[in-house]
């Protein structure tokens, strides 16, 4: 896909509702190496300082939230 396909696609599905998770700011550079590497580039988003210390990541399959969920719930432990 080239950028503006990625753009775009991205435009369409976060107008849906799509699936958000809240990261401490510690994470962020982890998070995005993560996501990277086991999800497609225009199934997520991060949105940074969404917060103070905290960032929101958008995907938008379930499927891939739990996957990073389950990834993130193992870093902070």
Do not use: C
């Not at 994470?27 to 999800?39: E, G, M, P, Q």
């Amino acid at each position: 896909m080239t950028p503006q396909d990625i753009v775009d696609y991205k435009r369409r599905w976060m107008g849906r509702q799509p699936f958000e998770t809240k990261i401490h700011s510690d994470y962020h550079r982890a998070t995005r190496s993560w996501l990277k590497d086991h999800v497609p580039k225009h199934q997520w988003h991060i949105q940074e300082h969404t917060n103070v210390y905290e960032s929101t990541v958008i995907f938008e399959d379930k499927n891939h939230q739990k996957s990073y969920l389950h990834w993130y719930g193992e870093k902070r432990a």
